[in-house]
């Protein structure tokens, strides 16, 4: 059973808990008023993963860092950290990771999987643009506030290869922007067949 309070500080952050809330490292005083890092059980709860801790080829992968305090969004705002996390290495064999920032992206009105897109398109831009562009207001995210919003990906089951597959499906470019592929209600797509066999119709012969 993994309990956060339980874990060595160099793998608290990024951890599961056997009770599916997150692990977090907080800063805390001690008596001598000397900065002391400790692991606490956050109130943010992970719906497919449970009793995890992350792998050290991940948090290289995706860019994190161990000593992290707290979980927040600011990450995001760096563009070399989201090329990290949007890279195949991580999107397609870190769900722990993927999943976390996936809803702290949601949390601040941004949908990761565009974010990865616009990132690709210009490595240099970053959250704060697709949010200025969306109207969203920029704020961090405490391990209080991030109740995470659920995320607006499909039903996924508890088991880690299909949390994969969903996920890499999610970040791959071929599904980022949804919204735009969609046509305009009420304009049904023409075929090439179809369009090419109707023609102007003429003018109606009277009869006389």
């Given at each position: 059973e993994i309990i956060c309070e339980d874990l060595p500080n160099d793998v608290c952050?990024?951890?599961i808990a056997s009770s599916g809330k997150r692990c977090l490292l907080e800063t805390a005083l001690e008596k001598n008023e000397k900065e002391e890092y400790q692991c606490r059980t956050s109130e943010v709860m992970?719906?497919?993963m449970a009793e995890y801790i992350e792998n050290d080829d991940c948090v290289r992968a995706c860019g994190v860092d161990r000593n992290s305090i707290g979980i927040s969004s600011d990450s995001l705002l760096e563009p070399q950290f989201t090329s990290k996390l949007c890279a195949p290495?991580?999107?397609h064999n870190c769900p722990n990771i993927v999943d976390l920032f996936f809803n702290l992206a949601a949390g601040?009105?941004?949908f990761l999987p565009d974010l990865?897109?616009?990132q690709r398109i210009n490595p240099r831009s970053s959250?704060?643009?697709?949010?200025?562009?969306?109207?969203?207001?920029?704020?961090?995210?405490?391990?209080?506030?991030s109740a995470l919003a659920p995320s607006p990906t499909p039903p996924i089951t508890s088991e880690?290869?299909?949390s994969n597959e969903a996920l890499a499906s999610i970040l791959s470019p071929s599904s980022i922007s949804s919204e735009a592929s969609t046509p305009s209600p009420g304009l049904a797509p023409i075929s090439s067949e179809a369009s090419?066999?109707?023609s102007s119709p003429g003018p109606t012969p009277l009869l006389g």
């Open positions: 952050a990024f951890a992970v719906e497919r290495a991580c999107c601040e009105g941004v990865c897109e616009a959250m704060v643009e697709l949010m200025s562009s969306s109207g969203a207001a920029l704020g961090p995210i405490s391990s209080e506030a880690v290869p299909d090419s066999s109707t």
